[in-house]
């Protein structure tokens, strides 16, 4: 399973995550959900050991998760992406293989099949030549997830993968999320919205900076416990 133990982080005399600990099982879909500025990007960022913590403990299948992260595999937020950037469809998805090969060696056949297999089970690999910042927002969206099924991880992780993406994408990004549950992977998302999407989900960690609560919608989503999240006037809005 997934451990976080007593995570917290402190950025320059702020407290961004005040000692938070839940167990995941492996073969879940977790969505993560609460209000801006509820240090739910940052949770994800310190389970990948991309930010600093204060302290605590990160296991994934007994392990420490930064001896993994070959196993593991991130979309961040569109919004931190150079879109610019020179690169295509293809290499993009190809970089998901770069740290496993090295960066001067040559991509096996099999590797090739792989990110011609994720690039069309998105519906993207007639685009594969298309430079990377021509493309919409979900056709972007879904480059990026077929970069994380190329990688073949075991442990993914997603920050708003459904922001300003299209019915087509979501529903793609939906179907995968559901077959890779299937397959046994652990699936951590983040969700901004609370409507009918939460139902995909086998539990739910709700965030304020501190766990507020964890477990399947019916418990989570409740008008007590969104009021310590999110106020209360919004919690009346959400319940």
Known sequence: MLEVQNLSVNYRGTQALNDVSFCIPVGQLVGIIGPNGAGKSTLVEAILNLVPVTQG?????????????????????????????????????????????????????????????SLERVGMYELRHRSIGELSGGQQQRVFLARALAKEAELLIFDEPFTAVDRKTEDIIFDIFQELRAAGKTLLVINHDLGDSLAIYDQLLLLNKRLIAQGPRQEVVTSDNLERAYGRGLARVFA
Request: charged residues 20%; proline residues 5%; glycine residues 4%.
């Open 57 to 117: 403990i990160v296991r994934f299948k007994e392990m420490p998760l930064r001896r993994q992260l070959l196993k593991t595999a991130y979309v961040p937020q569109r919004s931190l992406v150079d879109w610019d950037y020179p690169v295509t469809v293809w290499n993009v998805v190809m970089m998901a293989q770069t740290v496993q090969t090295g960066l001067f060696k040559g991509f096996s056949r099999q590797t090739r099949h792989l990110a011609q297999a």
